[in-house]
């Protein structure tokens, strides 16, 4: 358990009620980042969780509706941050900006989750599978607006937007699975640097005479 | 098994001798990327590679070992690309951008096995761990140095010189985790798309004069 668990997990998962399903979320992002979802039983998620078999299956059918539900709050999270950048007043480039640290902030904050929800996407089941491809194309949806908006104006040079708007979403995303939370960079530093260099990447920034 | 498996997978083994090692090698590769390393049994591996737990044996004494030859190889073979591109002559962004294209080209046509060395290093033992990440140091510098060139003859404009190091090497590595085969852009495209946004990030593109 690393620094994530015990400093934000609460906040995290703070849609997730009543208080027990809320713990079941907790243990299986801990045991699916330590073991992999398949090495991973329901019996391992209720003992973490200090709960029963019997207790556990009140709230979850099946080890898959707890990925499915990490993965759909973990989503949520993150595409409702990309939206409020969007929609906050203020010019395209500060608008992506603001996106680019906040989304960075959710990964490296919530590293452990967002590895989960990156590396098991292909052990859900087909409809839930349908559902969070969804809600990704709308997170890609809202970073191709902004930079499309800044296009528009004048404001970026960008020969490739969806190429464009693609590299920046990983980068951001990539951030889960190598952020340490003992590293020499905060969250907050990581955005900041990031913000900067997506700038440069639409072409807004990086073009001083010389 | 997707595309990797069947077109690229005997040539980036060739290392790898004899033949049945290299077959086992090609087998835990599809068995860890399928299922996780913990969820997969030397027998799995085995049985995939046409062979008994015993031959298995005979090669590989446990299943780390398999784990550490894959990552062993992998971040050899990327680490050359890294090192050929800067040491071709040319410009800091002529070996930058070729350092990026052969980078980024390789996590796409070997996306199978980058994820499995990206996802699975926890599992490594402690000094195969410490081998794996001197590895990965020596690629991190190998990028440093080429975008150092860059600031020190005025070809780059770079604030953060490791800051942009850690984004560029994230960038490229994070293709081996979205990448799929059957999408609409080749390795080739991306590897070009991406050469071109990184000139960018260190400020040698993108500052056209309106």
């Known amino acids: 358990m690393d620094a994530e668990a015990t400093t934000t997990t609460s906040e995290a998962w703070a849609d997730v009620t009543p208080e027990a399903a809320r713990r079941l979320v907790v243990a299986a992002v801990e045991a699916f980042a330590e073991r992999g979802y398949h090495a991973t039983t329901t019996r391992d998620i ?25 993965s759909r709050v973990g989503h949520l999270r993150s595409l409702a941050l990309l939206e409020a950048a969007r929609d906050a007043g203020g010019t395209p480039a500060e608008r992506l900006a603001a996106a680019v640290r906040s989304f960075v902030r959710w990964h490296a904050e919530h590293h452990t989750t967002g590895r989960v929800v990156q590396y098991e996407l292909g052990a859900l089941a087909a409809d839930h599978y349908t559902e969070i491809v969804a809600l990704r194309r709308r997170s890609e949806a809202v970073i191709r607006e902004v930079i499309s908006a800044g296009v528009d104006s004048g404001d970026f040079d960008v020969p490739d937007v969806s190429g464009t708007t693609l590299a920046v979403l990983s980068l951001c995303i990539d951030v889960a699975r190598w952020f340490n939370p003992g590293g020499r960079r905060t969250p907050d530093e990581i955005g900041g640097l990031y913000a900067d260099l997506v700038l440069r990447m639409v072409g807004q920034e990086g073009r001083r005479d010389r």
């Open 46 to 70: 209720a003992g973490r969780a200090g709960m029963s078999p019997a207790a556990l299956y009140i709230h979850y059918k099946t080890k898959e509706e707890l990925l499915y539900q990490i």
